[in-house]
Nanobody, 111 residues
Framework: QVQLVESGGGLVQPGGSLRLSCAAS????????MRWYRQAPGKQRELVAG???????NYADSVKGRFTISRDNAKKMVYLQMDSLKPEDTAVYYC?????WGQGTQVTVSS
């Protein structure tokens, strides 16, 4: 059973950048499709980005061109580089494996 731990959240001004990290355990990490989700207050959790074992990526329309998902299979890490952040990106961001969820990391975009 894979376990996931996110880090890298914080407070940033509009237009700024943050890089989220997700550390995974488990011997089969390299074959997993990995995803980042987010949940804003009062809203449903939504898919932000996904990355296949081979590095193929998918993004929600709302973050295309601003966010970049990547992975390092040797380090068992998944990253989410977030640029040109907007107040509407404020949410708790979660890393997800095949079944496991991380605990989430808060991202707040505000001046």
């Amino acid at each position: 059973q894979v376990q996931l731990v996110e880090s890298g959240g914080g407070l940033v001004q509009p237009g700024g950048s943050l890089r989220l990290s997700c550390a995974a355990s488990g011997s089969s990490f390299s074959i997993y499709y990995m995803r980042w989700y987010r949940q804003a207050p009062g809203k449903q959790r939504e898919l932000v980005a996904g990355i296949s074992s081979g590095g193929g990526t998918n993004y929600a329309d709302s973050v295309k061109g601003r966010f970049t998902i990547s992975r390092d299979n040797a380090k068992k890490m998944v990253y989410l580089q977030m640029d040109s952040l907007k107040p509407e990106d404020t949410a708790v961001y979660y890393c997800k494996g095949p079944t496991a969820w991380g605990q989430g990391t808060q991202v707040t975009v505000s001046s």
